[in-house]
């Protein structure tokens, strides 16, 4: 499948490399391919090895503008910082993205006003909504921003993969669409519908937990499993 | 020990009921005891029987005004509706609550706007830093507002108890005291310190992720095991 990765940090590295690996047709979006393969040294905040260094060893991910990716994707998965996701997805548009499902795991942390972060949207909305309205056309799910991103799509690397993911949105098919890629790509058991994507509010309203939860266990891989 | 619990709702009841079983002295602080002890019909809302009508399996647990409660306990625990708390507890006051423990279990939920609920502090606050704030000679300790008041009391009857708990607070000594009463009390098996109060905004913003799963789950009898 074509399948567009926006964004070019770990997470969307973590899913290019691991979507290729199952054969799919992968495309990274950037704003500047230029500018993104010119970094060679580990970004100064994350530590993350610069762009040009991880590509040498995943050479069959091409590299391109963010609306290129988009066009080229037959599913889209929106990995971009979640301050600069509806930016960059106006500056896509709605024309390149019609028609097609999105997967959103954007989270709207803001680290601009020290650690730890708290949220630009939160409570009476959520960026899945907002990523929604700015594009009717497209159908967009809300998934897999509650875990870091080597369990996004090794889930089975902790406790044997018995932990839960969180879906949201409006569009039913788009959902079990999601779902397949989940379940039977990356080996998620237990994948909880939580309905409309007024939902995500919730499943992004997690992360200030998920950031305490980091600090008290002194590492991000961890998860939570609904019990029942 | 003397415990005085605030609040006549489910949570305040189910907590009465429980440590008055472990042999604790608990009074249950209300506005008017006169006009709690009125209420006879189930609560038109939520179809909590009336008090009175639980009262006459309890009377073990005596009803007073929350400030003749908040004397009574060495330990307090804040049962009250997260709208109500600040008013309640303002009007207590410093002095009759000053280098006790205080166990704080509320959430700011919304109800005014319809459902599901919003919160009315979130983010950049949370209830358990305001009351701390409110109360600087008590010792204040979030915990328990992230399960129903079943599960609160009695972890063991779903999965073994083999799920979690968080507490937060500044005081050190006060939340060993309460980590004390919820594993050898209540039966806690895993309770994870999130660090000091801030943290509360944590579990207080998982509220809404805790209302999406009971509407998909169709229960609100189920918790989170963190998988680390």
């Known amino acids: 499948m074509k399948i567009a ?3 070019t940090g770990m997470v969307g590295r973590t899913l290019a490399e691991r979507l290729a690996g199952l054969g799919h047709d992968v495309q990274i979006g950037t704003r500047s391919p ?12 994350m530590g993350t090895p ?8 995943h050479a069959n991910v091409k590299l391109v503008r963010f609306e290129e990716a988009a066009r ?11 301050r600069a996701t509806i930016e960059i997805l106006s500056g896509i548009g709605q024309e390149a993205l019609a028609g097609k499902t999105l997967i959103d795991i954007s989270n709207s942390l803001d680290f601009s006003k ?35 991103a ?15 993911l969180f879906l949201c949105g409006d569009d039913e098919g788009a959902k079990a669409q999601v779902r397949t890629l989940l379940c039977e790509g990356f080996g998620w058991t237990d994948v ?16 200030p937990l998920w950031i305490s939860l980091w600090g008290a266990l002194k590492t991000p891989s961890f998860s939570i499993r609904v019990v029942r």
């Open 150 to 164: 080597e369990l996004m799509v090794r889930p089975a690397s902790l406790a044997k993969g018995e932990h839960t």
């Open 34 to 45: 230029q500018e993104t393969m010119a970094r060679t040294s580990p970004d100064p905040n």
């Open 114 to 148: 020290g650690m730890p972060p708290t949220l630009l949207v939160s409570n009476t909305d959520s960026l899945g909504e907002a990523v929604q309205r700015l594009l009717p056309k497209t159908r967009v799910v809300k998934t897999l921003n509650t875990v870091n």
């Open 192 to 207: 909880i519908d939580l309905g409309g994507m007024r939902a995500a509010r919730g499943t992004e309203m997690y992360l």
């Open 5 to 7: 990765i926006l964004g």
């Open 50 to 57: 610069g762009f040009a260094t991880w590509h040498k060893d």
């Open 72 to 82: 080229h994707g037959e599913l889209v998965m929106n990995a971009t910082a979640g």
